[in-house]
């Protein structure tokens, strides 16, 4: 074979860049020979970190082609590349592999502008915001000598939310492995299905609730503030970590709230965090002040939110109904957001399913 001829016929198909097209491409090449090398982990997301065929992504990826230009120089056997990663535009920030971000803020920013390219979420009447979840959950056990023992259970839990007040709503969860010396009887239950059931004074869904929420990062930090009661770093940032697992449904809320995270004090940036499936990520964290860092888990590519934990940063007491127990260093809690879209009506419920009322 002529690879020069076959070379030819490549570069033949690919459009003529632009100035533009090769504006970033020449950025990264030259800021190669401007300073050394920084290591770099990992490629582009594998087929195992997506949602099984037939879910849609909680945040999902824009397919983006071969973008730009591709510079070549043989002689020096520099090949430069710029790629579309999903979640972002071809000029977007995870347009270009380069250095992850150097810290916290940077990589909030960039996750609030991944967020900024994904449609918002809008149930029509009748349907159900349908969420599944990957949960990571801590089992304490005494073997025969009455020592503790440590069981890491991986929970699959979905959810049912109507998108109109006064229906019922559904939760489901399963407990598929564990690892540690648990039997698997104290593990695993089966399906356990819970029923939400309209009460006096029905809660309102959560893409309800969100859409109350203004998208202005200043207002949302002051709504943030007159609910928690305080501007107190931690206590916003605890606020925030639960409307930002909500607001998977709504992201251009989860950018406002990125970029409220990014002004707080005491953040940091976690290079190589793991969210419950697995899937490795950068996170941004903060001490909780009594042993754990709770962190929000993005793609190390394409920004998106994966998850959430929390991490034991000592080995610290944690009180059981019955007894205390030390929870060790780096044992981690948390919950990885797989899939969300909307369904049209409850499946079939479990005829032993509890049954509760919804909160308000």
Known sequence: ??????????????????????????????SRFDRPRRGWRGALASRSDRPRRGWREALPVRRVALAGAIAVTLTAGVLVAEVGLGGSGPHGPGSLIGAPPADAKTLLSLAARAATDQPDMVPARGEYVHTRRLAQQSLYTEDEA????????????????????????????????????????????????????????????????LGAWPTDPAQVR?????ETGGEEPLRV?????????????????????????????????????????????????????????SELIFDRHTYRYLGERTVNTRDRKVRLPNREVTARKGAANGTAVLAVDLVPALPEVSPDASRMEIPC
């Open 146 to 209: 009455g020592r503790t023992q440590y069981t890491k259970v991986l929970v699959n839990e979905e959810r049912w939310e109507a998108a109109d007040v006064g229906k019922p709503w559904l939760s489901r969860e399963q407990a598929v492995s564990a690892i540690g010396p648990a039997p698997r009887t104290s593990w695993d239950h089966g399906t356990e299905d819970t029923v939400y059931e309209p009460a006096t004074c029905p809660g309102r869904p959560a893409y309800a609730r």
């Open 1 to 30: 074979m002529d690879e020069m001829a076959e070379l030819a016929r490549l570069w033949a198909e690919v459009p003529e860049a632009t100035e533009r097209d090769l504006a970033g491409s020449r950025a990264v090449l030259a």
């Open 222 to 226: 002051a709504k943030l503030v007159a």
């Open 237 to 293: 940032w605890s606020a925030l970590q639960g409307l930002v697992a909500e607001s998977v449904v709504r992201p251009s809320l989860s950018a406002a709230l990125y970029q409220v995270a990014a002004g707080l004090d005491g953040i940091v940036l976690v290079p190589d965090a793991v969210d419950a499936a697995g899937r490795p990520g950068l996170a941004v964290a903060m001490d909780e002040g009594d042993g754990t860092r």
